[in-house]
């Protein structure tokens, strides 16, 4: 469950103070379809990871560390087998695993981020030298890291809050000329691109251009925590620094985490529902351009663009009303699908943003 601002939409509307974490659910009668969860195989209430959890919990307790370093050991080879790393660090959370992977860099390194990067690495990176680039306009990101001698450059799979496979190839391109050290940011693509969800490290074939590679397993994986992996000597360089600061997982989380991997691996050549994820996206974002709406999304991550802030704070309240939750970022909304909703759920969902749309004037009437 999370906390929901409900005091932005009504107070005389029947909502839910709070939100459960499935991608639908029944409210005072009425079914919600959200959203906003970033969950598109649904494994964050899988009952096999739950089984999983219950039962390490029962036989080692919660902050059990007998068994801790075998399993941590286990995780870390399968790691190394799906990701072809060198060696691997595993983090509670993703800003501990920041700024303990940007500590090793010296005060003279410049990083340069995309625009639509990741939120926290623009926070944990704010007070660094720190260069903005736009993945469409190449030749000035050229310029931008030929003026730099000491230069880190983090390259996206998926920009979250546009929905779209980043333009991989071209950046690495662009990197390597520049002899950049390259980190491959793979928070909104491990368990989501290439083959099992290996990333797009993988679905590019960029192992021996990827200086770093970065990523989550709470996603996308239904697990926990945050990973680095890198070259053993980078590795080494990490973990100098922060001696006697990491915070192992707890061992329930690292058998979710393995067992998320499991999952993934498995539903990709046996499960259809992982394909109709896929193809009810492109469906999805089909129909939205052909109502004229604006999208440049080719994920499950489903961004729709409206001509600024306050139209589309509008349109997320009008939807909120019909029981369709999303997610706004100024002019953006935003769709993440589950393999949860159905072909009928989305013609409902399409349904509202053709009605809601005419209705405030943002597309034609059909």
């Given at each position: 469950?999370?906390?929901?601002?409900?005091?932005?939409?009504s107070?005389?509307?029947?909502?839910?103070?709070?939100?459960?974490?499935?991608?639908?659910?029944?409210?005072?009668?009425?079914?919600?379809?959200?959203?906003?969860?970033?969950?598109?195989?649904?494994?964050?209430?899988?009952?096999?990871?739950?089984?999983?959890?219950?039962?390490?919990?029962?036989?080692?307790?919660?902050?059990?560390?007998?068994?801790?370093?075998?399993?941590?050991?286990?995780?870390r080879k399968?790691?190394?087998?799906?990701?072809?790393?060198?060696?691997?660090?595993?983090?509670?959370?993703?800003?501990?695993?920041?700024l303990?992977?940007?500590?090793?860099?010296?005060?003279?390194?410049?990083?340069?981020?995309?625009?639509?990067?990741?939120?926290?690495?623009?926070?944990?990176?704010?007070?660094?030298?720190?260069?903005?680039?736009?993945?469409?306009?190449?030749?000035?990101?050229?310029?931008?890291?030929?003026?730099?001698?000491?230069?880190?450059?983090?390259?996206?799979?998926?920009?979250?809050?546009?929905?779209?496979?980043?333009?991989?190839?071209?950046?690495?391109?662009?990197?390597?000329?520049?002899?950049?050290?390259?980190?491959?940011?793979?928070?909104?693509?491990?368990?989501?691109?290439?083959?099992?969800?290996?990333?797009?490290?993988?679905l590019?074939?960029?192992?021996?251009?990827?200086n770093?590679?970065v990523?989550?397993?709470?996603?996308?994986l239904?697990?926990?925590?945050?990973?680095?992996?890198?070259?053993?000597?980078?590795?080494?360089?990490?973990?100098e620094?922060?001696?006697?600061?990491?915070?192992?997982?707890?061992?329930?989380?690292?058998?979710?985490?393995?067992?998320?991997?499991?999952?993934?691996?498995?539903?990709?050549?046996?499960?259809?529902?992982?394909?109709?994820?896929?193809?009810?996206?492109?469906?999805?974002?089909?129909?939205?351009?052909?109502?004229g709406?604006?999208?440049?999304?080719?994920?499950?991550?489903?961004?729709?663009?409206?001509?600024?802030?306050?139209?589309?704070?509008?349109?997320?309240?009008?939807?909120?009303?019909?029981?369709?939750?999303?997610?706004?970022?100024?002019?953006?909304?935003?769709l993440?699908?589950?393999?949860?909703?159905?072909?009928?759920?989305?013609?409902?969902c399409?349904?509202?943003?053709?009605?809601?749309?005419?209705?405030?004037?943002?597309?034609?009437?059909?």
């Amino acid at each position: 469950m999370k906390p929901y601002q409900v005091h932005l939409f009504s107070d005389d509307s029947k909502i839910p103070d709070f939100l459960p974490s499935e991608p639908c659910f029944v409210y005072e009668n009425k079914k919600y379809l959200n959203f906003l969860i970033y969950d598109c195989f649904h494994l964050k209430n899988n009952e096999h990871l739950k089984n999983i959890a219950i039962a390490e919990i029962e036989s080692s307790g919660i902050i059990a560390a007998g068994e801790r370093s075998k399993v941590m050991e286990e995780l870390r080879k399968k790691m190394l087998e799906i990701k072809k790393l060198d060696a691997l660090l595993i983090f509670p959370d993703e800003t501990a695993a920041l700024l303990a992977l940007f500590s090793i860099f010296g005060e003279k390194a410049t990083f340069f981020i995309d625009y639509e990067t990741s939120p926290n690495i623009a926070a944990v990176l704010q007070y660094r030298n720190l260069e903005y680039y736009d993945h469409k306009d190449l030749d000035q990101l050229d310029k931008l890291l030929s003026a730099k001698s000491e230069k880190v450059i983090i390259v996206d799979g998926v920009y979250g809050w546009l929905g779209k496979v980043a333009p991989v190839n071209e950046l690495i391109k662009v990197a390597a000329v520049n002899e950049c050290m390259i980190i491959g940011n793979e928070i909104n693509s491990f368990g989501l691109l290439g083959r099992e969800g290996r990333g797009f490290i993988d679905l590019f074939n960029l192992y021996d251009a990827i200086n770093i590679d970065v990523g989550s397993y709470s996603r996308f994986l239904g697990g926990f925590g945050f990973y680095i992996g890198a070259k053993r000597y980078l590795i080494n360089k990490i973990r100098e620094n922060i001696n006697e600061i990491l915070q192992p997982l707890p061992q329930f989380m690292l058998s979710v985490n393995i067992a998320g991997l499991e999952l993934i691996k498995e539903g990709e050549g046996k499960n259809s529902k992982i394909r109709t994820l896929w193809k009810h996206s492109r469906y999805l974002i089909t129909r939205l351009k052909q109502l004229g709406f604006t999208t440049d999304s080719d994920t499950p991550m489903v961004v729709v663009t409206f001509s600024n802030n306050e139209e589309a704070g509008e349109f997320t309240k009008k939807l909120f009303f019909e029981q369709i939750i999303v997610a706004q970022n100024k002019e953006r909304i935003r769709l993440n699908l589950s393999i949860e909703h159905s072909k009928e759920d989305i013609d409902h969902c399409l349904e509202m943003f053709e009605l809601i749309g005419q209705e405030m004037g943002i597309i034609g009437s059909s």
